[in-house]
């Protein structure tokens, strides 16, 4: 499961399907591309064929907040709908990555997991099946400024690839 703040304006809340049609979905799908959870590098419409396997991916806010700063409330009035997904998920999600602080103290408080600490590339075992990374948002604000680099990032899903493995 892949948890991101919300869909782009430009994005997923244009095209329909998260992180698809911005620079966030293109980092996103070369790296499910690469480690073998998408069947294409690139995710630019809701009709391009891209075909997502073993990986669930949503938001904590379900529409493009202003200035993609979702308020406290609308966080709180969403969180109604990804409490529902991480029920309806619990028995086959074996890693979560979280996607920035937002996305990461959201699913934190929804889960009840308290001393967590939000740092790139962290490591939680929730509990015997569940496994929790940590990763900064592939936002330009991150890409651009080194903040997040490739290297980093694909870091994160070859980590999930090899937890999903051994659990397997």
């Not at 590098?41 to 700063?69: E, F, R």
């Amino acid at each position: 499961m892949i948890i991101g703040l919300a869909p782009a304006a430009h994005g997923g809340n244009r095209t329909g399907r998260m992180f698809t049609g911005d620079s966030s979905g293109e980092w996103l799908m070369k790296a499910m591309y690469e480690t073998g959870f998408a069947n294409s590098p690139n995710s630019v419409s809701i009709d391009d064929g891209l075909l997502i396997s073993d990986a669930y991916v949503t938001s904590i806010v379900k529409c493009a907040p202003p200035m993609n700063k979702p308020t406290n409330s609308e966080i709180s009035n969403c969180s109604l709908f990804l409490r529902s997904e991480l029920n309806l998920l619990k028995s086959s999600v074996v890693v979560v990555i979280t996607l920035g602080k937002m996305a990461f103290d959201t699913f934190c408080k929804l889960s009840d997991k308290k001393g967590l600490f939000f740092k790139h590339n962290s490591v939680y075992q929730l509990d015997s099946t569940k496994t929790l990374i940590v990763s900064y948002h592939p936002s330009r604000r991150n890409t651009n400024t080194g903040t997040l680099t490739w290297p980093m990032w694909i870091q994160i899903f070859e980590k999930a690839k090899s937890i999903i493995e051994t659990k397997l």
